[in-house]
């Protein structure tokens, strides 16, 4: 049972570059976030998911798009990434029974660097 | 405006005092609120939560907070802090509409 899991680990882009983040979780969750993870800011929400099929904007989706098409994995992508989006980006999991009382399971992050 | 509130930026404690991180909020509704703690290169990890009940609550690693209505806080606290115990905490408040609002977090250093 690996939990929840993200690759790449670390990547450095140049500005105007694409690029997909994927997340993978093996806890049978319905709800998926991706979350940003700034110095001083604590971490932001950018888009979160329901169930397969469905995505949602989060606090701070601009600059990102996501997709859920199996039920494990949740995918973040950069279509053309600028400085702004350098930052830790986490992936996180939760089950639906009981909703926002639930506990969210984090991945262990992806490091990204945009020059 | 529901926010979840870390005043201290950091803390310092010597090995085997106890500790105190501080957290207060400001939320409309049900207060569900956790705290989770994020070792250095790692994603965060659950430590504990309020959802109802007893204010006091019992979490990971001998952490524990109590859930204060009045002040409008949810303190972290051990007993004996380990070197081990460093690292960043965050609270945070589960709200309806999948929507998390984390506090800035709090560094903990626990010297030897």
């Known amino acids: 049972n690996a939990g929840v899991t993200q690759t790449p680990k670390f990547r450095v882009l140049k500005t105007g570059q694409s690029m997909t983040l994927l997340c993978a979780q093996d806890m049978n969750h319905e709800y998926m976030y991706w979350y940003r993870q700034d110095p001083g800011m604590g971490l932001r929400l950018i888009h979160y998911?329901?169930?397969?099929?469905?995505?949602a904007k989060g606090e701070v989706p601009d600059g990102y798009n996501v997709s859920r098409l199996k039920k494990q994995n949740f995918l973040l992508g950069l279509e053309s990434a600028a400085p702004s989006q350098t930052s830790v980006y986490f992936c996180a999991s939760s089950a639906r029974h009981r909703g926002d009382q639930e506990t969210q399971y984090f991945g262990p992050g992806t490091r990204l660097l945009v020059l | 405006a529901q926010s979840v509130a870390q005043p201290e930026d950091q803390v310092n404690v010597a090995e085997g005092n106890p500790l105190t991180v501080k957290c207060t909020y400001s939320?409309?509704?049900?207060?569900?609120l956790f705290w989770y703690v994020q070792y250095p290169n790692r994603g965060l990890q659950f430590l504990l939560k309020y959802i109802t009940g007893d204010n006091l609550v019992k979490g990971s690693y001998g952490f524990e907070a109590e859930f204060n209505k009045s002040q409008t806080s949810f303190h972290l606290k051990k007993p004996s802090a380990l070197v081990s115990d460093s690292a960043l905490y965050f609270c945070?408040?589960?709200?309806?509409?999948?929507?998390?609002?984390f506090g800035a977090g709090t560094r903990l250093f626990v010297k030897a």
């Open positions: 998911s329901v169930g397969e099929g469905t995505t």
């Open positions: 939320v409309s509704g049900n207060p569900y």
């Open positions: 945070a408040y589960h709200t309806g509409g999948f929507k998390t609002i």
